[in-house]
């Protein structure tokens, strides 16, 4: 089999260049396969997983796609004992694409207002629960965003694998690089088609009145009190021990 992951953390727009890639029906079905809700079973070993994750996630011409946050590594470590994107590409014909977001402000603002209206697609339902501006909760927002994509760059690093970086931002205007990405990444000629979706962007005036709230708080409120107390250095050998779910050296320079 051949497939394609699409690395990255929530609200950068993969849900929606996903679309794009899926309506071509020859491209995988691009979803958090690993989280078991979206999966729709509860796999018992790591090979019934990954074709669970092969069978949802492909289409009729033998390819698939599956998108992974850090957490799904550290869930598939911590569950079964496998670093699935490793075992991906041990057994099968893997593409990489790390998509990332440059404005990580209104992606952690996008985070935490899916978080309390329940609406992480503009397709579903929850528009009568409006969510409250959060300080604290962007804050950790956007902590954790950068470190999902401060784990992913080391990790591809460390891995050695080849991979597209793309940029949200980029794309708004022109998706059609993600989807010649995706196409390159499995060896399919660029369908000839118009990519379509229901999906639209859920950025609104509240996103930027949140933003500029944000940013006049930060200066008076102080951040440290909303971030965690201790930060383990970014380096190599940390990295290692998280990925082996071991704990980090807090002192270590």
């Known amino acids: 089999m051949r497939g394609v992951a699409i690395l990255t953390e929530a609200r950068s727009g993969s849900e929606w260049l996903g679309s794009l890639a899926n309506s071509t029906g020859t491209l995988g079905r691009s979803a958090e396969w690993l989280d078991t809700d979206t999966l729709g079973l ?94 604290a909760g962007i804050c950790q927002a956007y902590f954790m965003i950068g470190q999902s994509y401060a784990f992913w760059e080391a990790y591809l690093r460390m891995a050695d694998l080849p991979y597209d970086h793309l940029f949200y931002e980029d794309l708004l ?4 690089p993600y989807v010649a990405s995706v196409a390159r990444q499995l060896s399919i ?28 708080d930060a200066k008076s409120k102080g951040l440290l009190a909303h971030l965690p107390k201790k930060v383990a250095p970014r380096n190599i050998n940390n990295l290692a021990r998280f990925l082996l779910k071991k704990q980090m050296r807090i002192g270590q320079a």
């Open 42 to 135: 509860r796999p018992k070993s790591f090979d019934e997983l990954l074709s669970a994750v092969i069978d949802r996630g492909g289409t009729e011409n033998g390819r698939f796609a599956v998108k992974l946050f850090p957490r799904h590594l550290h869930w598939s470590q911590a569950k079964y004992e496998a670093d699935f994107l490793a075992e991906c590409v041990r057994r099968h014909a893997m593409g990489v694409v790390f998509l990332e977001r440059r404005d990580r402000l209104r992606q952690a603002i996008s985070y935490c207002r899916a978080k309390a209206s329940g609406r992480w697609r503009s397709t579903m339902g929850g528009a009568d629960r409006v969510p409250q501006y959060d300080f």
């Open 173 to 176: 205007d022109d998706p059609r």
């Open 189 to 216: 000629e660029v369908p000839n088609c118009e990519f379509r979706t229901n999906l639209r962007l859920q950025r609104d005036s509240r996103t930027e009145e949140w933003a500029e709230r944000f940013q006049s």
